[in-house]
């Protein structure tokens, strides 16, 4: 089922992340983790993309399985900064073989070494490429609450997040943010410019100290005051982290949906664990 035609369709949505493994040897545990968070029974499940074809077939294998030994809807990403043309079309020909019909266009990181391929330089023209190829799929995008690291102001990163739904995004999820009043801010910004699509909060449990400042450095993302205090006070002990992060992760969601902010994505990590914890805490509230 395509993913704009399940937030159409229901009131409240909560699906999951996982991401490919970076070398074949461990897609057995990445297949195992999946799994176990399909059990839990998500509107759909996220599966991330192994840029410039190392693992990314990966991708498409995981998202098959997924959809169709488990009966979760998936959408499958498709990065494009350091691939060429002709790997991206392979891509979505794997794509539609395997009857996957969601595709989240993300430019996708630029590589520590530098650019590797030219073919792309922005998300949205690989959204007129998915859509002059495929022009029955849904396509997701990305934005971002606090303006993207590479955008000056935010008004130049909502100009570039327009281009993208005009070029054919049908709903754009966000980058991971810890203070629901950013988002808030954020939705009236992109509405005023007229960016109409559904938005769906991305949501990071932070579980492990490491994630506090992987978090800052890979996405800019600020660390409000109660975050800070809560590592700090449970930095000694994994458990009540862990604990501690998925509550707080579910309190943001319990907040967003009652201000009517109701598709959430969650960044479960491959930790069913972590998705266990956030179905069980809002149970009740998203049946």
């Known amino acids: 089922m395509k993913i704009i035609d399940i937030l159409n369709s229901k009131d409240v949505t909560l699906s999951f992340e996982v991401f490919p ?77 395997k009857r996957i019909e969601n595709i989240m266009a993300l430019r996708g990181d630029i590589p520590k070494e530098g650019r590797v391929c030219y073919d792309y330089d922005h998300a949205y023209q690989l959204i007129y490429d998915i859509k002059s190829k495929y022009s029955d799929c849904c396509i997701g995008g990305a934005c971002y609450p606090e303006g993207h690291v590479e955008c000056a102001r935010q008004s130049e990163d909502i100009v570039h997040l327009k281009e993208k739904v005009d070029a054919g995004c049908d709903f754009l999820t966000t980058q991971m943010f810890f203070d629901n009043s950013t988002l808030y801010q954020f939705l009236y910004r992109i509405r005023e410019k007229g960016i109409e699509v559904p938005v769906l909060p991305g949501i990071m449990p932070i579980t492990n100290v490491k994630q506090v400042s992987r978090s800052v450095a890979l996405s800019g993302s600020t660390i409000p005051q109660k975050m800070k205090i809560m590592v700090d006070r449970f930095a000694d002990d994994p458990d009540k982290l862990r604990e501690a992060g998925i509550i707080y992760a579910s309190d943001q969601i319990i907040d967003l949906i009652s201000n009517g902010v109701s598709h959430i994505h969650v960044y479960s990590m491959n930790k069913p664990e972590i998705a266990a914890g956030i179905m069980r805490n809002l149970a009740t509230i998203i049946k």
């Open 21 to 97: 493994p970076k070398t074949d040897a461990g897609y057995a545990a990445v297949e195992k983790a999946a799994a176990e968070i399909a059990a839990l029974k998500p509107d759909f499940m996220s599966v991330t993309y192994g840029a410039g074809g190392g693992t990314s077939q990966n991708t498409a294998n995981i998202a098959a399985d997924l959809q169709n030994k488990y009966g979760v809807d998936v959408i499958a990403h498709l990065t494009c900064v350091s691939s060429t043309k002709e790997y991206v079309d392979s891509m979505i020909d794997a794509y539609k073989e």
